[in-house]
Structures are given as structure tokens and as C-alpha cells.
């Protein structure tokens, strides 16, 4: 019995890792080209921010109040501030986004106009007009950079209570560990990515291995040895979750390399820093393997079902639109619930598992009982593999 | 006579779909495929099953190597039930039709390792074999090249070997020289003697006169799924040849219904 299993087992990976332009495309690929894309996004990203710094910009100023004086000249060096007033013909230029200006006007007297205005009377409060050009990066930076010194300004002399001033560098009001605020960030991303790559990698090979053979004639070759269904249900199970799980490894590693390029680019810094312990790291991998092997599961069933492997494909999108939704739903929750209910729920459990590890803020009866479960799903998934096998309709159709 | 295989009323319905109803000019939803078909094997001969296409010949034999259930009846294949006892089947006989393939990526080497340890074969035994097999077949020099590189002939060669990795004692072969060149065609039809020759059982299904004629010792002639003569050649054909023979049968079985 083990040994057939075994002996599947052996064909399929020797299928993919004697076959260089497979092992390519499924373990190499995957890896790479997120890497490449990452970096290059992150690259990018760093390179738009950097030459929006280095732009020449004029900002022309109506009615300069003394007050504002020394914030707008604070600005930086490519930034020229001259005062004077404009008219719609110097606003209609902005509608040209290569024009780096910014057009600012003050009421007259603004600072005594402020100094006078009493918020209770219900008059307008006065106005400062910003004209500049969002499509222009360079110019939307400056006018955040306006309303940022304008903003001040306006809490300075209206200032009557603060909230959360530290007064020294002990001072923390935020009481959640630095480790789980980096916590926070990956475990919005990382589950999603996880599963979604173990997904990816899973699919092509399980279609490929069953839709493919099943179209090519080859598996009804198998079908007519004595070995039990079961084994070859099993045996291609295990091995397709296995090169899937290597793919997604490939992914992962991608994404870990590419890490650092994306978050300085989002100006995030050092956010993420891996602290993670060994059980957690034994979870996250039990998890992700049993993921996998119920992913490989539906997907086998379904290339089992499917005529060939386009079909297959076609047959494969819904199911992975599902776990997409899944796991979006999963990313908008704030509250992952303790109650073991939700672990018996196949993607949900591995998702929300994952969040909470991430968090670290993992309840260990909850992991377990979602690798308990997938495993179920899993076997169970092999005994209607294994009728589908023996089903001849299901095999000999055209 | 030593009967090593033997079907008794084997029946087998196939669902028709919309289009093949319209093809067909029918408006029955079901076609039958085998009707009530029963015949006996005997150790040591080759036994052929002739008919047209679509008379069920290739359904049988589907049957008979447990890749479909029969709707009713059942066939002992050395005292196994396709039924009851499919895997048990499956490792007496060898099947070969061109609906199974091989793996294209593999090398005829690989397959047959692969295929002798599906089918427990101990270690020794398949190196052995294999040397022997592959020599017989002119596959040694073609051993580690790809299935798919190779040519339609060759295949055909690999495949057979492959089949009988086990050493079965009984060959259900679906039209065997399908396809061949005459030469590839000649290699397969003395390799079917030899095998009889080492006391196997082969059952093949065939349309051509000549190869039955050339081979068989015993036939059964098929027609819309119904056995309607069967016997050694020489009770089949009553004195006729063979095709003559053939084209009374079809016309008292389709003048009946007529």
C-alpha cells in the first residue's frame, strides 16, 4: 500500500524536477518574478518621491501674512516662494501639469481677520485658497506641505487642550508592543498572500497532473494496474501539495526579499521585523501545509471532474474567487473570533489562524483544531477522489 | 480445455446525449452497447472477438479488464470476478488498447520500472525482464529516449512491453495492428503467437478477416452487441471463408429485425 503511493509519488516529482522548463516555471518563476515586480514597484514608488523632491517649484503667494512668513520659507530649497497677487489667467495656467507652481492667497489682513473672527457668531470662518494641479505629484506634494504648516498654525492659536503630548521620550500611550504593531501590518497581508500563492501553485500542477493526464489517456495506463485507488488518489494528493507548497516557498522567499524595497518606499521604515517563536513557526508551517493539502484536494476533485485541463481551469476560478473573498473578508476584521465554530470552516479557520499568529495573539486550541480540520477534509476528500476514480463515467467520458 | 476466462451474459447501456441521438436518428435515450453476451476462453488459445465498428466489441473488452462495470452479469477472468475481484483482475491480465497512453516525458526505461513496482514485482526480476522484453522488441537502443520522441511503431513496441511487465497469463488486446505499417503490424502478430506458444491466453478484437484467420483459433462474432456465432474457425465459417460467412450472419441478424 505505502509503497504505490510512494512509487506515485516518486513519478510526479520526477516529472517536474527532470523537466528543467518546469522546474522553471513552478519553482523558480514564481519567486522571481515577484521579486523583480516588488523591487521594481518599490523602486519606482522611492524614485517618484525622490525626483517629486528634487523639482523646482514656484509658489506664487497673495497677501503674505507675517504670521505664515517664516513656515512658507521653511519649505526647502527648491521651493521659490515670491509674493504678488494672481488672476484667473495664472490659475487657468495651472490646468497644465508640466506648470510647477502653486498659486496661495490670504484674505487681506489675514492676521487680524483671524485674531477677530469668534467662531460662535456662525460667520464664515476666512478662507485660504490653495490652487495647484493633483496630476502634478510635485505640486500636490507642495500644497500638503501648505496645509500641513496651515493646519498648524491654526492649532497653535486656537490651541486649548492637547492629547497625548509627550512631555519625555518615556512617555508611551500607545500601550500595544512595538512587536505587535509590526504584527498589525503583516498579518493584514501576509495570510492572504500565503494562501492565494499556495493556491496559485497548487492549481497549475494539479491540473496538469489529473485533468492532464485524464485528457492525455495516461491515466486509465494507471487505472489498469492492480494498485487500489486509493493510493493513486493519495499518492497524487500529497505530491501535488508538495510541488505546490515548494512554488509557494519560492513565492514567499520573493516577497521577503522584495519586503524591504516596498515598505521604505510607503515611507513605513522599519516596520516589519520577523519575532516570531518556535511554536509559532510550527503552527504557521502545519498550517500552511494543510492548507495546502485541502487546496490540492478541491483542486484535484475538480480536475477530476473537468474533461480537460482548459476545463479544469474554467472549474478552478470560482472556487478561487471564493478563498479570495475569504481572505478579504478576513482582512477587514478587526475582531478574529476565539470560537472554535469558526475553525471547522475550510480557508476561513487557516486565515483567521494565521491573522491571529501574525498578532501574536494566537489561542493554540484554535490552530489545532484547524490543522485537525483540514486534515479531516482532506481524507475526506481522497475517499470521494477515490470514488471518482472508480467512477467510469467520470473517467471515460468525452 | 482449461477455461480461464469466462463471461456469462454481460450487458452494457450507454446514455445518448441530445447530439448523438440526432446522429444516430434515434429517439431512444439509451444505446445498447453489449447484449447478453456470454463466451469461454481456453488456456493456451487466442481467441478473437470479430465484428464492425460499433458493435461492441471494444465495450467487452473494456469490461473484461474491469475499466468499466458491466450493467448486469459477469465474467471469471483465472477464477476472478471483474465484479467482485476487479484489482485481483486487473493483475492477471494485460490490456491493451490505443486509448491507453504513455506518458509522453518519460523514457521507455523509466515506464517500465514504474509500471513493474505498481504491479509488485521484486527488483531482480524486473531488471531481468526487462533486459529480455526490450532485446525482443529492439527497445534497448531506444530505452532512454523520450516517449514522445518516438516513433508511432515504436510506441506501439513500448506499450506492449509495458503491458506485460507482470507476466500476466492473459492478453485482452483491442484491435492489435491499428494503425501499424505492415512491418510493426508482423512484429505484433508473431510476438501474439509466441506468447501462445508459451501457453498464454490472448483475446483480441478485430474488424480485419485476415488477421482472424491468420491467428485464432477460436471466434466470436458480434454483431449490435449480441454473440451471434461463435466456435472454432472452422465450425464459424461452415465451409465458407470467413468474410463470406461473416456477411450471412449480418444479414440473417439484421434481416430478423427488418
Redesign the interface.
Known amino acids: 500500500m505505502k ?2 503511493v510512494l ?1 506515485i509519488i516518486k ?1 510526479e516529482f ?2 517536474v524536477f ?2 528543467r522548463q518546469l522546474t522553471f516555471t513552478t519553482i523558480i518563476m514564481p519567486g522571481l518574478i515577484i521579486y523583480f515586480v516588488y523591487s521594481l514597484m518599490g523602486d519606482a514608488a522611492n524614485k517618484m518621491a525622490q525626483s517629486d523632491r528634487e523639482e523646482n517649484i514656484s509658489m506664487q503667494v497673495e497677501n503674505l501674512p507675517q504670521s505664515m512668513a517664516q513656515a512658507f520659507n521653511l519649505f526647502g530649497n527648491n521651493v521659490a516662494v515670491a509674493e504678488g497677487s494672481f488672476g484667473e489667467a495664472e490659475i487657468a495656467e495651472l490646468k497644465d501639469k508640466t506648470v510647477n507652481r502653486v498659486l496661495v492667497r490670504f484674505p487681506v489682513q489675514f492676521d487680524s481677520i483671524v485674531n477677530a473672527y469668534d467662531p460662535m457668531q456662525g460667520q464664515l470662518a476666512p478662507n485660504v485658497e490653495v490652487y495647484y494641479n493633483s496630476t502634478n505629484t510635485a505640486t500636490q506634494r507642495i500644497y500638503s506641505m501648505v496645509c500641513g504648516a496651515l493646519d498648524n498654525y491654526e492649532k497653535s492659536i486656537s490651541n486649548r487642550f492637547d492629547i497625548n503630548r509627550a512631555d519625555s521620550e518615556e512617555m508611551r500611550f500607545n500601550q500595544a508592543d512595538d512587536e505587535k504593531v509590526s504584527g498589525m501590518i503583516l498579518s493584514k497581508i501576509l495570510p492572504f498572500l500565503i494562501l492565494m500563492m499556495v493556491f496559485s501553485g497548487v492549481m497549475s500542477i494539479a491540473q496538469t497532473s489529473i485533468a492532464g ?1 485524464k485528457e ?3 491515466i ?9 485507488r486509493e493510493e493513486l488518489a493519495l499518492g497524487k494528493i500529497l505530491s501535488i501539495s508538495g510541488i505546490g507548497l515548494l512554488s509557494a516557498l519560492s513565492s514567499f522567499i520573493g516577497i521577503l526579499l522584495s519586503l524591504p524595497k516596498l515598505i521604505s518606499a510607503n515611507g513605513g521604515g522599519d516596520l516589519v521585523s520577523f519575532n516570531y517563536g518556535t511554536s509559532d513557526l510550527v503552527v504557521l508551517l502545519l498550517v500552511i501545509l494543510t492548507s495546502a493539502l485541502i487546496m490540492t484536494a478541491v483542486i484535484s476533485l475538480l480536475s477530476t471532474i473537468a474533461k480537460d485541463v482548459r476545463n479544469a481551469g474554467t472549474l478552478c476560478l470560482p472556487v478561487m474567487f471564493g478563498i479570495m473573498f475569504i481572505c478579504l473578508i478576513s482582512m477587514f476584521q478587526n475582531n478574529v473570533s476565539d470560537s472554535l465554530l469558526y475553525d471547522i470552516i475550510p480557508f476561513y479557520n487557516s486565515i483567521t489562524v494565521l491573522t491571529a499568529l501574525f498578532q501574536h495573539e494566537m489561542q493554540m486550541i484554535n490552530a489545532l483544531v484547524t490543522i485537525g480540520a483540514n486534515i479531516f477534509y482532506t481524507v475526506f476528500a481522497v475517499w470521494v477522489l477515490t470514488k471518482l476514480f472508480n467512477n ?1 463515467k467520470v473517467m ?1 467520458s468525452k | 480445455m482449461d477455461e480461464i476466462l469466462t463471461a456469462s451474459s454481460l450487458c452494457k447501456t450507454f446514455n445518448l446525449s441530445r447530439k448523438q441521438q440526432r446522429i444516430e436518428h434515434t429517439t431512444q435515450r439509451q444505446k445498447v452497447a453489449v447484449d447478453n453476451l456470454s463466451f469461454t476462453a481456453y488456456r493456451g488459445e487466442i481467441f478473437g472477438l470479430l465484428g464492425p465498428n460499433g458493435a461492441g466489441k471494444t465495450t467487452t473488452l473494456r469490461m473484461l ?5 458491466p450493467d448486469s452479469g459477469d465474467a471469471t477472468v483465472d477464477g476472478y470476478s471483474i465484479v467482485s475481484d476487479p ?2 483482475v ?2 492477471k491480465i494485460a ?1 491493451l488498447t490505443s ?8 523514457t521507455p526505461n ?1 515506464l517500465f520500472d ?2 513493474s ?4 514485482v521484486p527488483e531482480d526480476v524486473i531488471k531481468e525482464r526487462k533486459a529480455q522484453l526490450f532485446s525482443r522488441f529492439g527497445i534497448d537502443k531506444f530505452a532512454e529516449v523520450k516517449v514522445a520522441n518516438l516513433s508511432t511503431g515504436m510506441k506501439q513496441k513500448v506499450s506492449i512491453v ?1 503491458s506485460l511487465v507482470h507476466d500476466p497469463d492473459i492478453i485482452i488486446f483491442d484491435e492489435p495492428t491499428n494503425g501499424l505499417d505492415v512491418l510493426t503490424a508482423r512484429v505484433v502478430t508473431d510476438f501474439l503467437r509466441e506468447l501462445r506458444t508459451k501457453g498464454k491466453t490472448i483475446i483480441l478484437s478485430t474488424h480485419i478477416f485476415s488477421l482472424v484467420e491468420q491467428l485464432c483459433d477460436r471466434v466470436g462474432v458480434i454483431i449490435d452487441g449480441r454473440m451471434v456465432a461463435c466456435g472454432s474457425l472452422s465450425d464459424v465459417c461452415a465451409g465458407l471463408s470467413l468474410e463470406d460467412r461473416f456477411f450471412e450472419l449480418y444479414k440473417e441478424t439484421k434481416g430478423e429485425e427488418e
Open positions: 509503497n504505490n512509487t513519478k520526477s516529472r527532470n523537466d493526464e492525455r489517456g495516461t486509465a495506463t494507471l487505472l489498469i494496474t492492480p494498485m487500489r467510469e471515460f | 479488464s474491469t475499466l468499466i462495470r484489482a485481483k486487473r493483475s490490456f486509448e491507453l497512453k504513455l506518458e509522453d516525458f518519460f523509466y514504474f509500471f513496482q505498481l504491479h509488485g509495458i
